[in-house]
């Protein structure tokens, strides 16, 4: 059918206030609540996170209990990501807004049965934050992990049913869309898309505007849209979870790019490893269709545009890189192809081409609803709107953030991320995935924009944010993303295939103790030709990790070459067991198990071990019944 904008105001008014009471609290929410269906609203979030820890049993669950007591006035809706994912499996219950953290099928049968059916909220139940010392059940927004995000990007992840067309066209879904059809220019599109200042978001942040104007410069008879759901670090967990909870999102977007550079056919480059995302990318594309929001004379107008699934495989890191990723879809192998030309001239099929990732199209359609000026106040004068992060590691809330260009290093680790647990300091951070460098604590009140990134060595990329601590071995920690990038590498040019083995191989061998202070003049030496002479980013950036905590950490390295030691204690090659003469009671049970007779020493008094003998085995420390080896 062909969708009327009359159709969708009245698709959205059916729907509009189920909706938002899930945006509301309280007094306001139960408010709304008497004018819909349901008494009570059960959110289940049905993300990757909480998937993983079982949120589909406290949904089976949920849904049995209700069955079982017959309430037909009590909604069980599953949607994405809430963000806060270290506590999964997450639900929440509305109008109240009661978040309940690492539920259990147990836990959602007391769910229905005390709050639900009785009235009374499990408060022991609840996420901590949200229960105020007087007893009142405070809103997400006021929790420290929420009150300093701004959700634009994942501003309904958590919030509707992905699965439900409906109920994203109740939060003004697809009226962007209908706004450019009818409305506006395809040169109008593009001013309001540059004067908004919006960035690419999956890599270097080149303005999304001028790629978009780029392409429809180019004269062509035919054209494509991409979207790059394929990157292959900590970032893309961010945009797996938008694909999981909003996917219109990204499919209203791609259709207003489509209109803008004037293309009649879309691709979503996504991985075969994200199953949950990939089957709502499915259903949002099929219902879609059905309603006439893609195809054929989208909304009357003569505009046709489609879109289909390509699924990246094996997990190719090298495909995140836009041409290789249009060379997989063209079903060759993904490999890199020199530039230019640029996809925006020379793209898919050897066709001009706008490719974009996911969280770059999920901005779209609120830049075009609520105007540029809106979009531009928000973050600093060059890095506009927000960015949303992977944020892992050392910290103690684990999860999806969106926070304004700007916002502090330090802001989202201590407020946001809760700080660093058990205690220990902060160390480093690393940003933009494999390819980025790492922030050193001397930098924490960094603001996170793209420019002031480049300028410590790091990059934006597509939002990983892993926190370090003290323990953390920097040297170790550069070998571990190197590692990955020498075994993504494609293997196309020799830079790269080359030099991210040998970048590998010394840094081994600094790991190991075996390494002279040379190689460290050769690892930069070697970067530096990296970065000018390799075909693509994977290349030309693999050395960051390396590059940045040499800079900063230099003398870790020094350590590991010249003392033979590692402070961290994670090198293996440089860790010695030994024996604490105090706590050895000289019971000889060390000496007996070790496989090599490297431990010596009489009865009843104190062993040692030579380290030149040792295997490293762990024999000595497992039998020890006095805790008397220890490794240094």
């Known amino acids: 059918m062909t969708m009327t904008y009359e159709k969708l105001m009245q698709i959205k008014e059916k729907n509009r206030e189920l909706v938002m009471v899930r945006r509301l609290v309280a007094s306001k929410a139960e408010e709304m609540a008497k004018h819909t269906a349901y008494r009570k609203q059960i959110l289940v979030c049905g993300g990757t996170g909480c998937t993983s820890s079982g949120s589909h049993k406290v949904a089976d669950a949920l849904e049995s209990e209700i069955k079982e007591k017959g309430l037909t006035d009590v909604l069980i809706v599953k949607t994405g990501c809430f963000g806060l994912c270290a506590l999964g499996p997450v639900v929440i219950v509305y109008p109240e807004g009661a978040f309940y953290s690492q539920t259990t099928p147990e836990g959602a049968k007391r769910i229905i049965d005390e709050h639900i059916i009785k009235g009374s909220i499990c408060k022991d139940l609840l996420y901590p934050e949200t229960v105020h010392e007087d007893g009142e059940i405070l809103p997400l927004s006021q929790t420290n992990f929420y009150a300093k995000q701004m959700r634009i990007a994942l501003r309904n992840c958590g919030v509707i049913d992905p699965e439900n067309i409906e109920e994203y066209i109740a939060l003004d879904g697809y009226a962007a869309l209908h706004k450019v059809l009818t409305s506006m220019t395809q040169d109008q599109v593009i001013d309001v898309m540059l004067a908004s200042g919006l960035r690419g978001r999956g890599g270097a942040g080149f303005p999304t505007g001028r790629k978009w104007a780029f392409c429809k410069a180019t004269k062509s008879d035919i054209k494509y849209v991409c979207c790059n759901a394929d990157e292959g670090d900590p970032g893309a967990f961010m945009d797996r979870s938008i694909l999981e909870g909003d996917p219109h999102a990204v499919l209203e977007a791609m259709a207003i790019a489509g209109y803008t550079i004037g293309a009649s056919q879309g691709y979503v480059y996504v991985r075969a490893e994200y199953p949950i995302a990939v089957e709502r990318l499915k259903i949002a594309i099929k219902q879609a269709r059905e309603y006439g929001l893609l195809g054929k004379d989208i909304f009357g107008t003569g505009f046709n545009f489609d879109i289909e699934i390509r699924l990246g495989g094996a997990g190719a890191f090298v495909c995140g890189e836009e041409t290789a990723l249009m060379t997989s879809i063209e079903g060759k192998r993904g490999e890199p192809r020199p530039r230019p030309p640029f996809p925006a001239v020379e793209g898919l099929f050897k066709k001009p081409t706008v490719l974009n990732n996911v969280e770059t199209y999920a901005n779209v359609a609120q830049i075009i609803r609520k105007g540029a000026e809106w979009y ?152 530096a030709h990296m970065k000018v002479s390799c075909l693509c980013a994977l290349g030309q950036t693999a050395s960051n990790p390396v590059v940045s905590t040499l800079r900063y950490f230099r003398e870790e390295y020094v350590e590991h070459i010249v003392d033979k030691r590692c402070a961290a204690k994670k090198c293996k090659d440089l860790l010695h067991y030994v024996i604490d003469p105090e706590k050895c009671k000289g019971c000889t049970l060390c000496s007996r198990n070790c496989p090599v007779g490297a431990i010596s020493g009489k009865v009843k008094e104190p062993h040692h071990i030579d380290k030149n003998v040792c295997i490293k085995c762990g024999l000595c420390k497992q039998n020890c019944k006095f805790g008397a080896v220890y490794m240094d």
């Not at 960015?387 to 330090?410: D, Q, S």
């Not at 680790?413 to 050193?440: D, L, M, V, Y």
């Not at 300028?455 to 071995?473: H, K, N, V």
């Not at 993504?488 to 840094?507: N, Q, V, Y």
């Open 376 to 527: 531009s106040s928000i973050g600093t004068e060059t890095s506009k709107g927000t960015k949303v992060f992977a944020l892992g590691g050392k910290i103690t809330n684990v999860g999806l953030v969106e926070v304004p260009m700007g916002t502090t290093l330090r802001e989202i680790i201590e407020e946001i991320g809760g700080g660093i647990p058990n205690g220990k300091k902060f160390k480093a951070a690393q940003t933009g995935g494999p390819s980025g460098g790492c922030i050193p604590s001397v930098h924490i009140d960094t603001p996170i924009d793209y420019e002031s990134l480049q300028r410590i060595g790091s990059m934006m990329g597509s939002g990983g944010l892993i926190i370090m601590d003290e323990d953390t071995c920097m040297v170790d920690i550069a070998k571990f993303y190197l590692e990955f990038t020498c075994e993504e590498s494609c293997g196309k040019c020799s830079p790269c295939r080359i030099g991210t083995k040998r970048l590998l191989h010394m840094l081994d061998d600094i790991t190991k103790g075996t390494a002279t202070m040379e190689e460290l003049d050769k690892i930069e030496e070697l970067a």
